[in-house]
């Protein structure tokens, strides 16, 4: 039963900052490729940012600079830090744990990132 738990998740002003973290259990988590994905109401589900094996990263356009993707294998877990927040970034943040080799695909049950005034 692999398990992946975010947090971090809430409300905070346009231009705040926000940490989520993803900790994952009952995986080789240092072998995966760990992701943020997204999704608005109405909306598609999208990549926000992932980081792979080797600790290389790729971003969404609209979060270039903005936000940042890190992992700590010893923990088991994945960050991503939201710097200047923005109304538009108001979503359902998802973790996503992919490794492709075994075909193995997993997801958190997401947690609410609400930017307001």
């Known amino acids: 039963q692999v398990q992946l738990v975010e947090s971090g998740g809430g409300l905070v002003q346009p231009g705040g900052s926000l940490r989520l973290s993803c900790a994952a259990s009952?995986?080789?988590?240092?072998?995966?490729?760990m992701a943020w994905y997204r999704q608005a109401p109405g909306e598609q589900r999208d990549l926000v940012a992932a980081i792979f094996s080797g600790g290389s990263t790729n971003y969404a356009d609209s979060v270039k600079v903005r936000f940042t993707i890190s992992r700590d294998n010893a923990k088991n877990t994945v960050y991503l830090q939201m710097n200047s927040l923005k109304p538009e970034d108001t979503a359902v943040y998802y973790c996503?744990?992919?490794?492709?080799?075994?075909?193995?695909?997993?997801w958190g049950q997401g947690t609410l990132v609400t930017v307001s005034s």
């Open positions: 009952k995986i080789i988590f240092s072998r995966y490729t």
């Open positions: 996503n744990a992919k490794y492709d080799y075994r075909g193995a695909n997993y």
